[in-house]
């Protein structure tokens, strides 16, 4: 039985007649640029993640490079962010021409590790954007007050986190601003590109609001340059009704995190061969359910060999990236993330995945062991 990474088809079958219908609307309706299903879609996502503002965007990349703009973060300031994360977290920070500056991981939640933040702390830096990789928040009480006492921005990157939670508060509703992203294989996706800003400041939902349209205002006056950066009417509608079933997803998601707990321990694994996720906070969303293993790359190769997917998050961290040589970081410059990117691999964690695909997946990676062990 083959077991995907991901199973969008699934998830679309079963909710095929209230997306087709939404989809149906809009194309009815001709209003494919902003109005009443991106504003009603924004309204739905702030109470969700608990912001008295939304602000719906072309992407999740494009919300990271928003925020910025709106603060005029640019060239001679500072970003602090980790390094193990998808790109446009450290890509945002480069094109609006300021410096990426990065923060190692704690190896427990695989987020920027708050006590080795205030050393990178310069007269330039301006603002700190924490990753909730996986769907675990970052440790957030620490970054704010880091962020209280030297007067800097907090941008939370809750691009996998949507509805993560730790003490009452949701990713986005925490700092300055959330970004989101709608990117299919989110836990909540989109049909295409589309991402959303949360905001609890009146004054910077409306400038965001001006820079996704140009920083228009009114129409043909520009204050600001800004950009395209609008969600799609289409998009917002069908983030709409997946909105409505994103609680009960995430509740699948967390049965297969225990799923695969009791399965490991009964799989009869060699100690150390495999690490299990750790939760630290109160609610974990599981956008991937990433284990440490040894021998990782032959791992991977066995279970797609024996079609399971499984995937690498991420195998470079950002500061080693080529793009970023002239940054003159070296390896072992930020040891967790390195030591991360090495050891680390997602397995399926969909909401959809049974019981029987599930023992599939901790079969294949036992017997990978057992024939290690032999051999
Ligand atoms: C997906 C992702 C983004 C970018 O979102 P897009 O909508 O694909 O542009 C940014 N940061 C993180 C951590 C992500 O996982």
Redesign the pocket.
């Known amino acids: 039985m083959a077991v995907p990474l991901l199973d969008l088809k699934a998830q679309y079958q079963n909710i095929k007649d209230e997306i087709d219908e939404a989809v149906q609307r809009v194309f009815t309706s001709q209003g494919f640029i902003l109005g009443p299903e991106v504003e009603a879609c924004e309204q739905a996502l702030a109470a969700y993640c608990g912001s008295p503002h939304a602000i719906g965007v072309s992407?999740?990349?494009?919300a990271?490079l928003m925020c910025l703009m709106a603060e005029g973060i640019g060239p001679g300031d500072e970003v602090i962010t980790s390094p193990y994360?998808?790109f446009?977290?450290g890509g945002a920070i480069w094109r609006v021409g300021a410096k990426p500056v990065f923060v190692d991981i704690c190896p427990s939640s695989y987020n920027l590790c708050p006590q080795k933040i205030e050393s990178a702390i310069t007269a330039a830096t301006r603002a700190i954007i924490p990753?909730h990789?996986y769907g675990q928040l970052a440790e957030m009480e620490a970054i704010m007050a880091l962020a209280r006492d030297h007067e800097l921005l907090v941008i939370e990157?809750a691009?996998?986190a949507i509805g993560a939670e730790h003490q009452g508060t949701r990713a986005g509703s925490i700092g300055d601003y959330g970004?989101f992203?709608?990117?299919p294989s989110?836990n909540l996706g989109g049909a295409g590109?589309?991402?959303l800003i949360t905001t609890g400041n009146a004054d910077r939902a409306e400038r965001l609001r001006r820079l996704r349209n140009h920083g228009m205002h009114p129409k043909y006056y520009h204050s600001d340059v800004g950009g395209n950066f609008r969600l799609d009417a289409i998009q917002a509608a069908v983030v709409s009704v997946k909105l409505k079933h994103l609680d009960t997803w995430t509740e699948q998601r967390q049965a297969n995190a225990v799923r695969y707990r009791a399965l490991f321990a009964s799989a009869g694994l060699p100690p150390d061969a495999i690490a299990l996720p750790e939760v630290t906070v109160d609610r974990h969303v599981f956008n991937q359910f990433v284990v440490r293993a040894q021998h990782r790359d032959a791992l991977r190769q066995h279970l797609l060999n024996h079609q399971v997917g499984c995937e690498i998050y991420y195998p470079v961290p950002l500061h080693l990236q080529d793009c970023f040589a002239s940054l003159g970081y070296t390896e072992g410059a930020m040891p967790e993330s390195e030591r991360a990117a090495r050891e680390t691999l997602a397995l399926p964690i969909f909401p959809e995945l049974t019981d029987d695909q599930a023992k599939e997946v901790v079969q294949a990676i036992a017997t990978f062991y057992a024939d290690k062990q032999q051999a």
């Open positions: 992407s999740g990349s494009d990271l994360t998808f446009a977290t990753v990789l990157d691009a996998q970004c992203s709608f990117f989110k590109d589309g991402g």
